[in-house]
């Protein structure tokens, strides 16, 4: 079969390294790609935010299955205008990927199902707003209601933080996103994802990760997209996912179908975990990034089939083979991300780095000039490995990186630190 795939970051090179080893696959497409993509599947320069461009290159290229890699296409609908046009889709509606475009709406959601996560308030006014912080006190969590890149959340530790948080937001710095803000008791605990595939009834689980948002080592230093991630993650106990199947994500699911707007894709749950019980964060509704990187090295080709069977609505019809193994990404930066950083500066050694069913080198944010892998984003390259425990996955990764020539870029040190012997 002809599939296309939307996206261009590291997800999307995972998903479509995942894909491209599947015998179903015979043309694989990636808008708009990267260079790394570009190695093992056609790119093509389309306006992925466009439902009508989308619909028009599938027609044109005898698509037979789309999948949506990032939230901004799933918010602008494209998802239901390539299911409006036929095309077999995996990935929810608009309306349904509001659990990750709205704060608010994943809020009336949790409510709606009795789905635990922290108590929470929604605000359009600034003095109400400040109000109401002064009443909680600090820890405290203010949110941007809708998309802002990943940026949008403010865990304040003071009160001022937090009173700061409301000026900018209502301020304008997150453009629409900020018109709304969500205000949310602050959760300690450890922070972990669960992904499940879900095609309106049934739901299937397909692995937990951990994600590493602070830029250094040791957690410190700003947020970030996400710095590396492994797989599995041993927080995330079988009692703990059973447990959120069946307080969060099940009830989820149902009450979505129960309002018309029946939810189909991966469901991405951060959940953050204190005293033996998981509480919902928040939902996204693609797979994170790098933690898709490490999903796809643990499933290979079979995540085709999952995909297929999520779109199909047959879930029930399907399980997961798992290999009892570990993953892990180290996500390489330009230097100076997440604040301001130089693009275009060439990496070598790619060339030296082993790439088979072990190692990979999944690319984010480069282009090909000249016939040189050129950095062109923040978050450039994720060296993936995976191994039989996490510290073979974690040596192979960080031997990997080892071999790179590219004195503008940088790591972390630590990624798995978590889950690693001590
Ligand atoms: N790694 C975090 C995210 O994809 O949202």
Redesign the pocket.
């Known amino acids: 079969m002809n599939i296309l795939i939307l996206g261009s970051g590291g997800r999307e090179h995972a998903l479509a390294w995942a894909v491209k080893q599947n015998p179903k696959t015979d043309r694989l497409i990636v808008a708009p790609g990267n260079a790394g993509i570009a190695m093992l599947a056609e790119c093509a320069e389309i306006d992925i935010l466009d439902g009508a461009t989308v619909v028009t290159f599938c027609e044109e290229n005898a698509v037979d299955f789309v999948i949506v890699g990032p939230e901004a296409p799933l918010a602008a609908g494209v998802a239901d205008a390539t299911r409006a046009a036929g095309l077999l889709t995996f990935g929810p509606s608009a309306a349904a990927a509001r659990l990750e475009a709205s704060k608010a709406f994943t809020k009336e959601i949790c409510d709606a199902c009795a789905a635990p996560t922290a108590a929470w308030a929604r605000f359009t006014e600034a003095a109400p707003a400040r109000a109401y912080i002064r009443a909680k006190g600090a820890p405290i969590v203010v949110k941007a209601d809708g998309l802002a890149a ?1 940026k949008g959340v403010i865990v304040a530790t003071t009160e001022a933080e937090a009173l700061a948080a409301i000026d900018d937001m209502f301020g304008g710095e997150f453009g629409a996103a900020g018109a709304e803000v969500v205000i949310e008791d602050f959760m300690a605990g450890e922070e972990a994802s669960f992904f499940i595939l879900t095609d309106g009834t049934n739901a299937l689980p397909i692995g937990t990760a951990q ?1 590493h ?1 602070r830029v250094g080592d040791g957690d410190t230093g700003p947020n970030t ?2 710095m590396g ?1 492994y797989s599995p993650a041993p927080v995330l106990t079988d009692a703990l996912q059973q447990q959120a199947m069946d307080q969060i994500v099940l009830p989820t699911i149902a009450e979505m179908a129960r309002r018309g707007t029946p939810y189909q894709g991966v469901l ?1 749950a951060g959940l953050m975990i204190q005293n033996g019980k998981a509480r919902l964060v928040e939902y ?1 509704a693609r797979f ?4 898709c990187q490490v999903l796809m090295m643990r499933l290979g080709a079979q995540a085709l089939d999952l995909m297929l069977a999520t779109a199909e609505g047959r879930l029930d019809q399907v399980q997961v083979n798992w290999a009892d193994d570990h993953a892990l990404t180290v996500v390489m930066a330009a230097k100076g991300y997440p604040g301001a950083y130089a693009k275009g500066s060439v990496i070598n050694g790619l060339d030296r780095m082993p790439e088979d069913s072990r190692h990979m080198v999944f690319h984010a944010g480069t282009v090909l000039r000249d016939g040189l892998v050129t950095a062109n984003g923040g978050r450039v390259l994720n060296i993936t490995a995976r191994g039989a425990t996490l510290e073979e996955a974690h040596h192979r990764a960080y031997a990997m990186i080892d071999l790179l020539d590219w004195p503008e870029g940088f790591c972390r040190s630590d990624i798995g630190w978590r889950a690693l012997p001590k």
Do not use: F, L, R
Request: hydrophobic share 10%; charged share 35%.
């Open positions: 990943g994600d948002k997209g996400g991630a991405y996204n994170g990034d790098p933690e």
